[in-house]
């Protein structure tokens, strides 16, 4: 028995040398035959001009480099552009009008007035602008404005808020899904106010920075839907775009209503003013502020404990993907997409990265 056994063993490892020794063979010759197509390949490519060896034994067939187009000028247009939300857009806009060598600008309103808008569109229609990406504050207000630009050939990009309009006229959208938002929002507050059974019968208080303005309506919607399954008392009110109106709109209303135990803004400027009045007010952990964007007071206040959070809406990519898209439609013809931002939630325990890049400008 052990005889066959050592037989079975050493016929084993002679069928395993004899594989060694043919695969080390035909491993060779696959070797050299490879390496004579590469060089074959090589030097007929490189006599063409279009690759080069990067590295021994390695061609790169890498892509030339990409030369911009001259002359092009892109605008992206808005309302309220005094507003901090817009600094992060404006940047992302510069660096795209600096990567692609091209004229790219943002215009509009300082404050929140459509009409100005469409007049601003207008205007710029006649000024052979190559591309544009619209900020559509109330449905069907820009339908006129964008029928022009788009029998004159010129792509059109909804960004930021109208994507129902978008998805009506057939454009694409670079934004926020702001109903989606608002569910996202509304689960969050009812969390900070210690979870559904806690949250219930409590009262608190919505601002709005421009009522009637589409995506800060379908905030307010998806949030009161989730505070209103969970019996969480709510009203509402304008703050407008200035941060001192804001603040006095503020104290007046919970001083009616000494009951409210959170401030919920859907913009840029109620956060931080919500957040300044439970500092000033010596209300820190009785009243909740929580909103949305990331002015750099309203990081600072979640620093340091008077506001418990706030959502980026990513604006730069807003304005610098907005742009990339319209450039490479009139560039390339590369159809734009849409592109949805996600919310991303900031509190205590992500707010230091955020306030680097805000100081950069980036968020």
Same mark, same amino acid.
Request: aromatic residues 8%.
């Given at each position: 028995?052990?005889?066959?056994?050592?037989?079975?063993?050493?016929?084993?490892?002679?069928?395993?040398?004899?594989?060694?020794?043919?695969?080390?063979?035909?491993?060779?010759?696959?070797?050299?035959?490879?390496?004579?197509?590469?060089?074959?390949?090589?030097?007929?490519?490189?006599?063409?001009?279009?690759?080069?060896?990067?590295?021994?034994?390695?061609?790169?067939?890498?892509?030339?480099?990409?030369?911009?187009?001259?002359?092009?000028?892109?605008?992206?247009?808005?309302?309220?552009?005094?507003?901090?939300?817009?600094?992060?857009?404006?940047?992302?806009?510069?660096?795209?009008?600096?990567?692609?060598?091209?004229?790219?600008?943002?215009?509009?309103?300082?404050?929140?007035?459509?009409? &100005? @808008?469409?007049?601003?569109?207008?205007? $710029?229609?006649? +000024?052979?602008?190559? !591309?544009? %990406?619209?900020?559509?504050?109330?449905?069907?207000?820009?339908?006129?404005?964008?029928?022009?630009?788009?029998?004159?050939?010129?792509?059109?990009?909804?960004?930021?808020?109208?994507?129902?309009?978008?998805?009506?006229?057939?454009?694409?959208?670079?934004?926020?899904?702001?109903?989606?938002?608002?569910?996202?929002?509304?689960?969050?507050?009812?969390?900070?106010?210690?979870?559904? &059974? @806690?949250?219930?019968?409590?009262?608190? $208080?919505?601002? +709005?920075?421009?009522? !009637?303005? %589409?995506?800060?309506?379908?905030?307010?919607?998806?949030?009161?839907?989730?505070?209103?399954?969970?019996?969480?008392?709510?009203?509402?009110?304008?703050?407008?775009?200035?941060?001192?109106?804001?603040?006095?709109?503020?104290?007046?209303?919970?001083?009616?209503?000494?009951?409210?135990?959170?401030?919920?803004?859907?913009?840029?400027?109620?956060?931080?003013?919500?957040?300044?009045?439970?500092?000033?007010?010596?209300?820190?952990?009785?009243?909740?502020?929580?909103?949305?964007?990331?002015?750099?007071?309203?990081?600072?206040?979640?620093?340091?404990?008077?506001?418990?959070?706030?959502?980026?809406?990513?604006?730069?990519?807003?304005?610098?993907?907005?742009?990339?898209?319209?450039?490479?439609?009139?560039?390339?013809?590369?159809?734009?997409?849409?592109?949805?931002?996600?919310?991303?939630?900031?509190?205590?325990?992500?707010?230091?990265?955020?306030?680097?890049?805000?100081?950069?400008?980036?968020?």
């Amino acid at each position: 028995m052990k005889k066959v056994v050592l037989y079975f063993v050493v016929a084993a490892i002679s069928l395993s040398l004899i594989s060694v020794f043919t695969m080390t063979g035909c491993k060779e010759a696959v070797a050299e035959e490879v390496t004579g197509e590469e060089e074959a390949v090589a030097e007929e490519v490189t006599g063409e001009g279009e690759a080069v060896v990067a590295e021994e034994g390695m061609a790169s067939f890498g892509a030339k480099q990409f030369e911009p187009a001259e002359g092009l000028e892109f605008a992206f247009v808005s309302i309220s552009t005094q507003v901090a939300f817009w600094v992060p857009v404006d940047n992302g806009i510069a660096d795209f009008a600096a990567q692609y060598g091209v004229k790219a600008v943002h215009m509009g309103p300082p404050d929140y007035k459509p009409e &100005e @808008e469409v007049a601003v569109l207008e205007n $710029l229609l006649e +000024t052979g602008i190559d !591309g544009v %990406s619209i900020f559509i504050p109330e449905p069907g207000l820009m339908d006129s404005v964008i029928a022009k630009y788009l029998d004159k050939g010129i792509p059109v990009i909804i960004q930021n808020t109208g994507a129902e309009d978008a998805k009506r006229l057939g454009l694409p959208y670079v934004g926020k899904e702001n109903y989606l938002g608002g569910l996202e929002w509304g689960e969050k507050i009812v969390e900070v106010l210690g979870g559904s &059974e @806690e949250a219930k019968d409590k009262q608190v $208080l919505f601002m +709005t920075e421009a009522p !009637g303005q %589409s995506s800060l309506e379908e905030r307010l919607k998806g949030a009161k839907e989730i505070l209103d399954e969970v019996g969480v008392i709510h009203e509402t009110i304008d703050v407008t775009t200035d941060r001192e109106k804001a603040y006095s709109n503020i104290e007046s209303a919970y001083t009616a209503n000494p009951e409210i135990v959170g401030l919920f803004s859907t913009d840029t400027t109620g956060t931080p003013a919500a957040g300044l009045f439970v500092k000033n007010n010596d209300l820190v952990g009785k009243v909740i502020v929580g909103g949305f964007d990331l002015t750099p007071d309203t990081l600072v206040g979640i620093k340091e404990g008077y506001i418990e959070f706030t959502i980026d809406q990513y604006p730069y990519r807003a304005g610098h993907l907005s742009m990339t898209m319209l450039y490479e439609k009139v560039v390339l013809g590369l159809e734009p997409f849409d592109h949805f931002i996600p919310s991303g939630f900031i509190d205590k325990s992500n707010v230091d990265v955020a306030i680097e890049l805000s100081e950069k400008g980036y968020r």
